[in-house]
């Protein structure tokens, strides 16, 4: 991120707080980023709301993404909010319904934890692709494979805050509200979610969910929820709220749509059969190959290989093996495990494969330690979440 671009958001973010304080302009303001720093670090699939996803080969540059090329994914424009003013509501099954100002969450014991955030419709674009012609197309942001990212959060925990209101029995689920504004079906909504209170109340380890306040070591982006949001390790990104306003406390998952309807996985997209399929939490096992990119043409022997692989969400899971073929499957090579490995964080690897004129697309394939695989196929769905197949990356080999 360069100097400019950070002296622009700072400036936009102060002179919004200054004139709430002053009484000239509504508590809650959107804003989006000038067009001239849209499209410097990301490829944006849209800019209103902004959507966007870094090039593959710049994402596994390092372990640890860096913030201006961890994905972008909003449903609205970005509320633009005065800390000064800003309020948590925690209500619900509770004791001790209450609200914190900004200043108190910052107050609370700070937990750091690094965690990989992926979107649910990351590789989305292939389900338009030659292997579905016989099904429908599916709408949504065409993502490719770039909608993931691996961050160091700062924040409080969620089980503290819960502990301090003091949840009632009989309790199942947290919901979490966030302040964007999306207009649906005739009024307007915050993106939503929420998680069942066994994960919510994970309170020590990699995967206790966190009210965060801070991304590598800087306070959050407008882009990525500032001044606070959800993460929630392991769980699909939908789940960790940006723009954090209010946290329920109830018997059942929230009503919000991105619980109730968006988010699921469904051959159809009537009420019976959204009703009849459950919220996604936590994400499938998932790798792509990302240098070199898709489409380039390569000298007939030995390719080097990178690229990132996601184990499953679950604690303790990490990649017990990765594969890649550049002859239809009929023979794989083992790819190499490269930087850290730790609980709910990607994997960064290496590969070197022969390739000749026979070679049209290299294949890659992963298994974890918990018994996850990715499958050489996956069925279709409406909605185009969680497409974890064989990654293929199409070549010309002269």
């Not at 002296?7 to 936009?12: A, P, Q």
């Not at 709408?139 to 949840?167: D, H, M, R």
């Not at 083992?334 to 994997?347: A, L, P, S, T, Y």
Request: with cysteine; proline share 7%; charged share 20%.
């Amino acid at each position: 991120m360069t100097r400019s671009s950070i002296s622009r958001r700072t400036v936009l973010q102060t002179a919004s707080g200054l004139l709430v304080a002053g009484g000239l302009a509504p508590a809650l303001a959107f804003q989006n980023e000038p067009r001239e720093e849209i499209e410097k670090d990301l490829i944006f699939r849209s800019v209103k709301p902004r959507n966007g996803e870094p090039e593959l080969a710049k994402l596994v540059k390092s372990w640890q993404t860096p913030t201006e090329l961890f994905y972008v994914r909003s449903h609205a424009p970005n509320p633009v909010i005065d800390p000064r003013q800003f309020k948590l509501r925690v209500e619900g099954m509770v004791r001790r319904p209450r609200t914190f100002s900004f200043d108190e969450i910052k107050q609370m014991p700070t937990v750091s934890t690094t965690a990989t955030l992926t979107c649910a419709g990351n590789r989305r674009s292939e389900y338009n692709g030659p292997e579905y012609q016989d099904v429908p197309s599916v709408s949504g942001v065409q993502w490719e494979g770039g909608t993931i990212g691996n961050a160091t959060w700062a924040g409080t925990l969620l089980a503290s805050v819960l502990k301090q209101v003091e949840v009632t029995e009989g309790a199942k689920h947290i919901w979490f509200e966030g302040l964007d504004q999306i207009p649906k079906k005739g009024s307007v909504i915050g993106f939503g979610g929420s998680i069942p209170i066994e994960k919510a109340m994970v309170a020590e380890g990699p995967g206790a969910p966190l009210l965060s306040h801070t991304m590598n070591g800087a306070q959050l982006t407008p882009d990525h929820g500032y001044p606070l949001r959800m993460v929630v390790p392991g769980y699909i990104g939908a789940r960790s709220v940006k723009w954090l306003g209010k946290i329920v406390v109830s018997d059942r998952p929230s009503p919000n749509h991105y619980v109730a309807t968006a988010y699921k996985i469904v051959k159809k997209t009537s009420p019976l059969d959204w009703s009849e399929s459950g919220p996604i939490y936590r994400f499938p096992i998932n790798a792509a190959i990302c240098t070199p990119s898709a489409g380039s043409t390569l000298n007939a022997g030995s390719v080097n290989l990178s690229g990132y692989a996601l184990p499953s969400g679950r604690n303790g899971s990490s990649i017990k093996d990765l594969l890649v073929s550049a002859d239809d499957g009929k023979t794989w090579t083992r790819g190499e495990m490269i930087g850290k490995k730790q609980d709910f964080c990607w994997q960064l690897w290496n590969a070197q494969i022969k390739v000749n004129a026979n070679t049209k697309e290299i294949l890659l394939r992963a298994t974890d330690s918990t018994g996850d695989f990715m499958p050489a196929r996956i069925p279709w769905n409406a909605k185009g979440y969680l497409r974890n197949s064989w990654y293929r990356l199409p070549v010309t080999v002269k």
